[in-house]
């Protein structure tokens, strides 16, 4: 099948997005991005995945372009930081397909384009962007949308891009969207039949949050990470030295791809250029019930400490 797509364009992670899928999460565009621009276009990708040399069973690369394959999905292709090629299997769900598209795709792409995918959600706070990273099943996304209902606009959930100018971190905008389990609607008091399941059978959410989405980007201010305790109440501890140069390599989206596509120097460079400039703090929580509002407070408890320090 010849490679197609359409007219319309589509605002996502600083890029305008001509796409040959509908992305009905994402916002209409008709400006250019504030990193360039990308085609997402769908071929029959059958020959190239056979040829491709393989780093492992499931992704090859060859040159600039990444390649991997989701079981009873598609096949995709990133090239060169501009294009994402889809070849779906038969029947495949194209919400799936989406998920793919708009997660480990862009993932590849931004770090094609020397932007730092970080793997989190970041919310602003005080006129600043504030980072939330942590394994699957931290809490990230919970949290988050928490401090949303507080007043703090959402940047990106899952990916956020982040670019540097002059040695300064800013996080770019994803889409007004949020990824949340049933547990976590549950915490929040959201009724899950009020929003779409990901993907057939799937037991997380689509939540779009239009009315809460900042859609510009902000100097990034900071970075929690959070993480499970079996016992006590959720704490707050500072994180020094090159431990936060390993945080923020830890929750670099699709990390395990660094080494794999040759860009580990890049990666080390690029956090090297602003890691003590950040402040970064690990948060602990328990695992069982749900903590949100104690750790918010001790969120906008350090930040308005951070604050008050910068201004004597």
């Not at 040959?20 to 504030?34: K, V």
């Not at 394959?69 to 397909?97: L, Y």
């Not at 890049?266 to 903590?291: C, D, I, K």
């Amino acid at each position: 099948m010849a490679a197609t797509v359409q007219g319309l364009a589509y605002k996502a992670f600083g890029l305008q997005i001509h796409s040959g899928f509908p992305l009905p999460e994402l916002p209409l565009t008709g400006e250019p991005g504030l990193i360039g621009s990308v085609s997402v276009v769908q071929e029959d990708l059958a020959e190239r995945w056979e040829a491709v040399p393989k780093i492992t069973p499931s992704i090859g690369v060859s040159g600039s372009e990444v390649m991997f394959e989701a079981k009873d999905t598609a096949v995709f292709s990133v090239q060169n930081g501009n294009t994402i090629t889809v070849s779906p299997v038969p029947g495949a769900d194209p919400d799936c397909v989406r998920l793919f598209i708009l997660g480990s795709c862009m993932g590849i792409l931004l770090m094609q384009k020397q932007i730092l995918p970080l793997h989190g959600s970041a919310l602003v706070i005080d006129g600043r962007a504030y980072a939330l990273v942590g394994r699957s099943g931290a809490g990230k996304s919970t949290l988050a949308s928490y401090l949303m209902e507080q007043g703090s606009p959402l940047i990106s959930d899952d990916v956020i891009p982040v670019m540097v100018q002059n040695g300064h971190p800013l996080a770019v905008p994803g889409y007004p969207q949020q990824k949340l389990w049933q547990q976590s609607l549950d915490y929040l008091g959201m009724n899950s039949s009020a929003y779409r399941p990901l993907f057939e059978r799937e037991t997380k959410f689509a939540v779009p949050v239009h009315d809460r989405f900042y859609g510009e980007p902000l100097p990034l201010a900071g970075v929690f990470e959070l993480s499970l305790t079996r016992e006590g109440p959720a704490a707050l501890q500072p994180i020094h030295g090159m431990e936060r140069f390993h945080t923020l390599y830890n929750h670099t989206y699709q990390k395990a791809i660094v080494d794999r596509i040759g860009i580990r120097e890049w990666h080390f460079g690029m956090l090297a250029s602003f890691v003590n400039r950040l402040p970064m703090y690990r948060l602990t929580r328990p695992e069982q019930g749900f903590s949100a509002p104690q750790q918010a407070s001790l969120i906008l408890e350090t930040i308005r400490q951070q604050v008050k320090g910068m201004n004597t």
